[in-house]
């Protein structure tokens, strides 16, 4: 029986709770793909640096904050800089879309003509926020670091496995809860939101029925600001703020909302969730628990890894190439590519 | 008409060059570190500490009967070996070195070896290139470094694990020739010493979650996770998970994870970790750092100190053999680093040369504590760090 709770601690410690953490990330963000995609119709390769963007201007308020001397207790003050951040991330966008993509959507120019546009301003904003802040490590987060830590956990069970369980993680995983709830009540219930989805379903049926495409991209971009900067934010939180790494997070998000189905917000939630799954799962060393829940005569010797962590990025394509294969509309139904 | 000009102009000029050269005592040593690439916030300062000694011998005129020694400085952009094979011929056939002080990256020090010091018989004193593979490169005995190999630290940092009675220990790499190099490195000595690696593997750079890492690394266990990596990259992501998930609380580190962001970011939550990185305690350390802040340079920025000794090698070495010819003096390099014979710190460079003029010999310890073994390789010394109370402690070097 200790074994048997030994073994599923393990297992959440290892794979359940850092890989809900890091699905919810990646959902936030593949989120804000798929919006794109699904109403201004490209895939945006900028989606990534968006997200450092936004969280540049809350960590830059963060800091501001922290100076004058404001916390929120055990909460790292970051949440408060959010707002902020998103200020500075929609002005961001709704300027790049003024002046680059309005004159490509005027121009009725291809899909693949806006990736590669998206591309340029993917590097634009690359450099710009290495600019200011800079191109190293930043910390930001600050209050309780831990909601349970692994030696508390062992101390107050007597197991022999510790269980962590940051704050960050919880918060990740309620604010991806709420967020989402929040954007599917836009989207299914107001006007807007309705108006939103008409204008992705049928562009030229929802401008003949009189909806202000101007106004559909401004609160598109909006919606995309404020979910790339509180994911990008909280992946700032749980792990570190570097301008590079939200760069590189642009495969992993991208494979998540191809493979939920491109243009469906719930096909990129489960994409999130199946892409951080498989990583963390697929690479995982299983011996540890399975030591603990085999009888001893079953034991492995080895460590029981299906795949080497260093092919943990190859996992996430291969599940990409089979979707892609076998339903090319992804899980859920979304538009084919 | 144009082109006849030209012609005639340039043979002038070659003219006059031979002219002079053979009219004045002068000798010249190429300097080529990656003046531009991932480096070039260093190769400032090492290419001043090699151009310390060649001033300081130059000055003396005690060499080879007054000789004045030059520096010409080339650029071998650290990462791009077409371009550094470029600019080292470039030195040899039209600026006529005697001696090369460099490269610096273990990549192009390998090209320029192969390429142009050997067809060249040029000999050339990398004071940075580390990588273990250069070993074993085909030099003909004329290539030498003044900087250990990381097969010397991974034995280093192997033999301090074993002491403290660490047995068992998980290791993580960064996925490149340095960190690939130095765990197998690693784990051939510390296996080799009774200790048992229960997982070797690597991590990239610059990525965004390393749960996975951390998760096969806590399964396959140990006391210690032993992580040769960039304390600025992924090294220190991998530490952050496994602290988090109390999977590790003991580390052993290489030198890309000591420094001051380590103990920054973590402080006392990795209090006894163990750690390796180039350092001595010798007394020409600190005598080369009041010269080189004298000189307006910072002697303590990495690899410099190990530059000034790369070119007072090849100088004394020329002094020791009465030649400049690098096939003269090649023979000489370990001669004059190596005991028996007089120590000679930084700023004794005129008296080495007295003395080796006078048919006398000398043991060269620089600022870096120089000893040359096997086929030219620096021993290396290192300091052995551990983190007391959130804060870096040298506890003693090996």
């Known amino acids: ?337 | 008409m144009k082109k006849l000009l030209t012609a005639t102009a340039a043979g002038a000029l070659l003219a006059g060059a031979a002219f002079a050269d053979s009219h004045s005592n002068e000798i010249k040593m190429g300097i080529i570190l990656g003046f531009t690439g991932p480096i070039e916030s260093l190769t400032p300062n090492m290419a001043a500490g090699a151009e310390m000694a060649i001033n300081e011998v130059s000055e003396s005129g005690a060499l080879l009967d007054g000789a004045t020694v030059t520096s010409v400085r080339a650029d071998s952009t650290c990462v791009d070996s077409a371009a550094a094979t470029a600019a080292a011929e470039r030195l040899i056939t039209s600026d006529g070195i005697k001696a090369m002080m460099g490269p610096d990256c273990s990549g192009v020090t390998g090209a320029v070896l192969a390429n142009v010091a050997v067809p060249n018989g040029m000999v050339m004193i990398s004071p940075s290139a580390t990588s273990p593979a250069l070993t074993d490169a085909e030099d003909n005995g004329l290539f030498f470094r003044t900087a250990p190999s990381d097969a010397r630290q991974g034995e280093v940092l192997a033999n301090i694990m074993l002491e403290k009675g660490i047995s068992e220990a998980a290791v993580t790499y960064t996925n490149n020739d340095y960190g690939k190099g130095f765990a197998d490195a690693f784990q051939s000595s510390y296996e080799a010493g009774g200790g048992t690696v229960t997982l070797s593997t690597p991590h990239e750079d610059g990525k965004a979650d390393y749960s996975a890492e951390v998760g096969s690394l806590a399964s396959a266990g140990g006391d210690a996770l032993v992580v040769l990596g960039y304390v600025d990259q992924g090294g220190a992501g991998v530490i952050q998970g496994a602290i988090d998930s109390g999977a590790f609380d003991m580390f052993a580190l290489g030198d890309g994870m000591i420094g001051d962001s380590l103990t920054a970011a973590f402080g006392s939550d990795i209090d006894g970790t163990i750690g390796t990185a180039p350092g001595s305690d010798n007394e020409g350390g600190a005598k080369f750092a009041e010269m080189a802040s004298a000189a307006g340079i910072d002697g303590t920025s990495v690899y410099a100190g190990e530059s000034y000794d790369a070119a007072a090698l090849m100088l004394l070495a020329m002094a020791a053999a009465g030649s400049s010819d690098p096939a003269d003096y090649v023979g000489k390099i370990e001669m004059v680093a190596n005991a028996p014979g007089e120590t000679i710190l930084p700023g004794e460079l005129a008296k080495a040369i007295q003395i080796l003029s006078d048919g006398g010999d000398v043991d060269y310890a620089g600022a870096t504590g120089v000893e040359l073994v096997g086929s030219g390789e620096a021993a290396g010394s290192y300091a052995e760090f551990v983190v007391e109370d959130g804060a870096l402690k040298v506890v003693g070097y090996r």
């Open chain 1, 1 to 337: 029986m200790i074994d048997l709770l030994n073994g599923i601690v393990a297992l959440a410690n290892f794979v359940l709770i850092p890989a809900i953490a890091y699905g919810s990330q990646l959902a936030l963000g593949a989120l804000g793909v798929t919006l794109i995609y699904g109403i201004l119709r490209f895939s945006n390769f900028a989606h990534g640096d968006t997200m450092a963007v936004g969280t540049m201007f809350a960590v830059l308020v963060t800091w501001g904050l922290q100076g004058m001397g404001v916390s929120l207790g055990p909460f790292p003050t970051a949440l408060l800089a959010i707002p902020f951040g998103i200020l500075g991330a929609a002005a961001i966008v709704l300027l790049t879309d003024k002046y680059v993509y309005k004159f490509y959507r005027a121009q009725k120019a291809k899909p693949v003509i806006l990736v590669i546009v998206s591309m340029g301003v993917m590097f634009i904003y690359n450099g710009f926020t290495r600019i200011i802040i800079g191109p190293d490590d930043h910390r930001f987060a600050d209050g309780e670091r831990f909601v349970i830590s692994a030696r508390t956990f062992r101390d107050m069970t007597g197991l022999e496995e510790g269980l962590a369980l940051r704050t960050t993680q919880v918060i990740t995983v309620v604010t991806a809860v709420v967020v989402v709830a929040a954007l599917f009540w836009f989207l299914n219930k107001t006007r807007t939101g309705k108006s939103m989805r008409a204008f992705s379903d049928n562009e030229d049926l929802a401008l003949l029925s009189g909806i202000n495409p101007e106004r559909v991209v401004l609160v598109t971009w909006l919606i995309v600001a404020s979910l790339a900067t509180v994911a990008g934010v909280l992946y700032g939180l749980d792990k570190s703020f570097k301008a590079f790494t939200y760069f590189q997070l642009l495969l992993p998000i991208f494979a998540a909302a191809i493979v939920g189905g491109l243009g469906n917000p719930l096909g990129a939630i489960a994409g999130g969730f199946v892409i951080a799954f498989s990583e963390v799962g697929i690479t995982y060393a299983w011996k540890k628990v399975l030591v603990y829940l085999m009888p001893p005569a079953l034991e492995p010797d080895g460590l029981v890894q299906i795949l080497s962590t260093e092919y943990k990025f190859a996992v996430s394509f291969v599940i990409l190439v089979i979707v892609l294969l076998f339903r090319p509309t992804g899980l859920f139904r979304g538009k084919s590519l």
